[in-house]
């Protein structure tokens, strides 16, 4: 399904922010690993967290789900003998589930996602896993992906961060669940280190004990831990909300969402503090954002690093400001759904950006008078890809037709609904 996104001056709303991917998956995870019963008050639903739903249940997991709440039951550290495992196109689900597979006799993780998440390297955490005697097959690194755990006992880990930080999270997780202790050293750079300050949030909730250096790069984990069951509350989440923002940002806008923690460990709640170095008028207060936009957006430079998941909408709102942007150390862009930055800035160009691209930086020459629009845009089977050429869509002269726009369910299956509410022009057609 494609959607045409016309030029739409000016937005108007008040919406709830949708909850957090990241901690739902996370929630959900550490519920599958307690042995009693725990509950999640508003999960998110997206394929992302649905696809960490489908594995935990297939791994022995009893889940019951209303409106409100969703109750699961672990398996402990006892996972049902399950032969495959379908992660969708998650990421995170798949490299956190590729650990805990350690547990269960034999595991594979299928490829149904050949021309995305098949393509994303996992050497790091095979290497990692081998290190503790959990034997894997794989295909150069990717999907398909078998795991014979049950030898794993714990013990000296080095793993290497400069790809994902999902690798080392998914270490978090499975360690503590060892018969022994086990050291975790990471080696390199550690990218989107913010995210495993949620990791370890979640942890602690769920009764882990884990010691860490203050750089995050040195673990000490007990083994033979227990997860406790507990209740959770899932936040909003600032990584799709981001686009929101954004398109507030770049229109006549008098736009409200709820839900937005300003103490958020999610560190894409730096478009809110992007926005307002970008010179929107805007406030933040009481997890309400309330975005008064007019337009103009000033230039910018921003450690890209550090919100991982919002530079997207955060360099779509650049397309219009006055100046060059830059956004840096963003080379683990590459590494997600698409290639984040040259399979990007190729749309965004289509739609008449002036951008270009380093190794690690995303550079934006601003349009402040607009862009020429009247393309087609693949969407990479990105859902950030997606959001953000939707909010370029909504200030460029002609219509943006966004191929394949369902993809956007991946994380915010409602994001058009979203920006229907608000007044923006865009439909889904056949
Ligand atoms: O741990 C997580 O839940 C995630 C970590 C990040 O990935 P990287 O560590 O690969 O940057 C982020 O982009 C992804 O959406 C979710
Ligand atoms: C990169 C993302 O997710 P994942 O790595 O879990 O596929 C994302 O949500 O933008």
């Avoid at 080696?187 to 979640?202: F, W």
């Avoid at 969407?379 to 726009?405: C, E, F, N, S, W």
């Amino acid at each position: 399904m494609d959607v045409r996104v016309t030029p739409t001056p000016r937005l108007h709303g008040e919406l709830q922010a949708l909850s957090s991917k990241n901690y739902t998956t996370r929630y959900l995870l550490v519920a599958a690993l307690a042995e009693g019963t725990s509950t999640i008050y508003y999960p998110a639903h997206s394929e992302d967290s649905d696809a960490m739903r489908r594995c935990i249940s297939d791994l022995g997991a009893v889940i019951e789900e209303d409106e409100e709440k969703i109750t699961i039951t672990g398996f402990g550290r006892n996972p049902k003998d399950v032969k495959e495992l379908d992660v969708g196109n998650a990421g995170a689900v798949l490299r956190f589930l590729m650990a805990i597979a350690a547990l269960a006799p034999d595991v594979t993780f299928i490829n149904r996602y050949p021309d995305s998440l098949g393509k994303r390297p996992h050497d790091d955490l095979i290497d990692a896993l081998g290190q503790i005697g959990v034997d894997v097959q794989h295909n150069n690194g990717r999907l398909p992906i078998t795991i014979r755990g049950g030898q794993a006992k714990g013990g000296k880990i080095q793993v290497s961060g400069n790809v994902s930080s999902q690798f080392l999270s998914a270490l978090l997780f499975l360690t503590p669940l060892l018969e022994e202790d086990s050291e975790i050293e990471v080696l390199h750079d550690l990218k989107s280190k913010v995210v495993v300050g949620q990791t370890l949030e979640v942890l602690e909730q769920a009764g882990i004990v884990i010691e860490a250096t203050e750089d995050l790069m040195y673990y000490k984990v007990k083994g033979g831990q227990k997860y406790l069951a507990k209740k959770y509350v899932v936040q909003g989440d600032y990584p799709g909300s981001a686009a929101v923002l954004a398109a507030a940002a770049v229109t006549e806008s008098d736009v409200i969402l709820h839900r937005l923690e300003e103490n958020s460990k999610q560190g894409e709640r730096a478009i809110v503090d992007v926005l307002r170095m970008m010179e929107v008028p805007l406030t933040h207060k009481d997890g309400i954002v309330h975005v008064k936009g007019n337009g103009k957006l000033k230039a910018v430079e921003f450690d890209g690093d550090k919100a991982t998941d919002a530079v997207l909408a955060m360099v779509a709102a650049a397309v219009f400001a006055d100046g060059t942007s830059r956004f840096y150390d963003v080379e683990n862009l590459r590494y997600k759904e698409c290639d984040r930055i040259t399979d990007y800035l190729n749309e965004l160009r289509k739609a008449g950006a002036n951008v270009e691209e380093r190794q690690s930086e995303i550079i934006v020459h601003g349009r402040p008078e607009g862009v020429e629009g009247g393309v087609e845009i693949n969407a990479h089977y990105d859902h950030r890809v997606i959001m953000a050429l939707t909010v370029v869509g909504l200030r460029a002269k002609q219509p943006l037709r966004i191929r394949d726009a369902h993809h956007v369910a991946k994380s915010y299956p409602i994001f058009f609904d979203h920006l229907k509410a608000l007044g923006a022009n865009v439909e889904w057609i056949e």
